[in-house]
């Protein structure tokens, strides 16, 4: 179980990296659009954050399963995996309440930019965490005593 949290955590961080360049990727769209055109369109805008968005939901779920692989794995190493799991999965509940309200309220946007800053890190934070402890040999939970014949 050590392991699979530990890997997905990773793999929760790489797309929580990814996310971030599609962002970029979206805003540079549209203003490779407008050069083009000479304005912009909400569609083009849309168009171009496209993957930014399913990338974010699908984020969403992985930690969500992140959380639940904390919540199996507690017995053997305690609660703070799922403190921080709950924690990335509270984050991007309100990245995703933001980027909703930052369609009708554009300064919002701001916030919705640095809460992906702390979902990055935490994110980040959890997976080094994970992998300091496996390298040190912390991650393995300490077998259970046979039971006496």
């Known amino acids: 179980m050590n392991s699979a949290f530990r890997i997905w955590a990773s793999l929760v961080s790489l797309a929580v990296i990814v996310q971030v360049g599609l962002a970029a990727y979206g805003a540079f769209h549209a203003v490779d659009v407008s050069d083009d055109n000479g304005t ?3 569609t083009s805008v849309s168009d171009g954050f496209a993957a930014h968005s399913a990338l974010g939901y699908t984020i969403f779920l992985a930690a969500l399963i992140l959380l639940v692989l904390a919540l199996i794995g507690r017995r053997s190493l305690g609660s703070a995996r799922v403190k921080w799991s709950g924690g990335l999965v509270g984050l991007i509940v309100v990245q995703i309440l933001l980027a909703w309200a930052g369609d009708a309220t554009p300064w919002l ?4 930019g640095m809460n992906a800053l702390a979902v990055a890190g935490i994110a980040g934070s959890l997976a080094g965490r994970e ?7 912390a991650g393995t939970p300490v077998p259970r005593p046979a039971a006496p014949m």
């Open 40 to 42: 912009i369109g909400k």
């Open 131 to 137: 992998w300091a402890a496996h390298r040190s040999g």
């Open 109 to 112: 946007g701001i916030l919705h």
